[in-house]
């Protein structure tokens, strides 16, 4: 009887806002090790490493090392994970490797954090060993990545809602090609332009074109994947733009046009990828004319921890101090030094201090006064269903009561707030508030799903673009830089077993 087949398995997964003064360091990363990351309860992790073991593969995993999106990740502390990584496949010599990324991870040294990692590994393992990669669907896909990997794909729904899914398919997708059953070939395409909005795939212009890719999908028995890449906003890279990817068992003559016709359609419908954000006042009046709606849960677009920035905004505290008097919410701000000086206060104590504004260039801080109602760890469990399972930490929090119907979350790290039980693990219940905030633009709305009525607001902040607020020297945003009507080409990537196909076939 033959010897299974060896697969090593890594996470390494972060969104990287250029924008965000804070560069991230090894301190804001959660890092596990040993086969107890196997049990990891949700994500493209979680698909691949189930589905590899239910199929009798030996599975390697390495670590696992993920953070919430924040500034460029600090380079030293990359290279130590890359090499670990490194050191590993060097060791255990894998038939396969199998990697949950998110696709848009800088350092401080380099925008195409995932290519140099892919590259460092082709090097090490040659042309013939397979490499798997489940990505996000806002990643910044390179050729770097594209030429290094066998299989590139991502998750198709924003919010994403089918991330264990994705990694399912990863692994499927390896365990053919082990087997010989796959000989795998991506063809992608590129739409050399950043969109500014309408990120949301179940409506609008990005939802047509996911179903053209469906049907496409459907007519080509050959086709194995199409994804769509609408690319990370604050990064800053030549690269930068929508990228379609289209992997197919073996060469297909089609998939080139396939690729291309869906790559272009981005330039054809570029004037619909506009969000329909409501301003400040807008909003607290919805809330305060809509009880029957209430509990509202309010995406602040501006200062979104889920893309990045620091969640340390006090615009949406000051307007429903000063304005609306009548209203009952909860929301987070990031200020490590009012967290701590609250806990040190003590539960029950009445507190005076200025919170908010202490990273994002811009922000003004709020003088407020409140009482401690709670004071925490801030360790939670994500209830879901985006990263519901997981750990989140917030570090130090303290929760003040301010005119005794506000209640503000003092975190010492950005919170996960997208979720419910950022506010339920610090005693708060969701039904007795006409509203909480959310630092999230899109995943909030499935994670709130049948709680609270969700609705988007435009806020100030790095977490969202916004025509010539940020300086940008590569990247090309629509319709903020004179973009020429692109002539989109396909390319192919193909690497082992396809790229001696490829050869043969040319002779």
Known sequence: MSEPYCVLVARLYHESNRLNPEPTGEA????????DILQS???????????????????????????????????????????ELLDAVRSIKPDAIGLELHGAMGTTETPDAEGDLLEALRLVVGPDVPIGIGLDLHAHVTRRMLDNTD???????????????????????????LEGRLTPVTVSAFTPMTLPGACDTASGP???????ARDYAALCPSIKDISIFNAFRFVDDDEMGQVVTVLSDGRDTKTASLAVDLANRFWIERERFKDDLLAVDELFDLI??????????????????????????TVLLSAVLDHYPGLRGALTITDPAAAARAAEAGMGATITLP????????????LITGRVDHVSDGDFVLDGPFHGGERSVMGRT?????????????????????????????????KD?????????????????????????????????????????KSRFWPEHNIPAPTIAARQHYVGAALKSMRETSE
């Open 355 to 366: 919170v908010g504004a202490g990273f994002t260039p811009g922000f003004t801080s709020r």
């Open 433 to 473: 508030l006409d509203f909480v905030v959310s630092k999230s633009g899109y995943h909030f709305t499935l994670n709130f799903a049948g709680r609270a009525t969700p609705v988007l607001v435009n806020t100030p902040g790095i977490g969202y673009y916004r025509k010539g607020e940020f300086k940008y020297e």
């Open 398 to 430: 303290a929760v003040l009561r301010v005119d005794n119907r506000l209640h503000v979350l003092l975190t010492g790290k950005p919170a996960y707030s997208h979720d419910p039980a950022a506010f339920t693990s610090q005693g708060l219940v969701l």
């Open 41 to 83: 309860p949700s994500g493209v992790f979680k698909g691949l490493t189930e589905t590899l073991g239910a199929a009798g593969i030996k599975i390697e995993p390495i670590f696992s090392a993920g953070a919430p999106p924040s500034g460029l990740v600090n380079h030293d502390f990359y290279l130590r994970l890359r090499d």
């Open 28 to 35: 804001r990363f959660l890092v596990e090790r040993g086969r």
């Open 206 to 212: 990005l939802a047509e074109i996911h179903a053209k």
């Open 151 to 177: 299989i590139c794909i991502a998750c198709k729904e924003n919010p994403h809602s089918d991330t264990i899914k994705c990694g399912q398919k990863v692994a499927e997708l390896l365990i053919a090609q």
């Open 288 to 313: 305060r004319n809509s009880p029957e709606k209430r509990p509202f849960v309010i995406g602040d677009m501006g200062d979104r921890v889920l893309a990045g920035a620091p969640g340390d905004s």
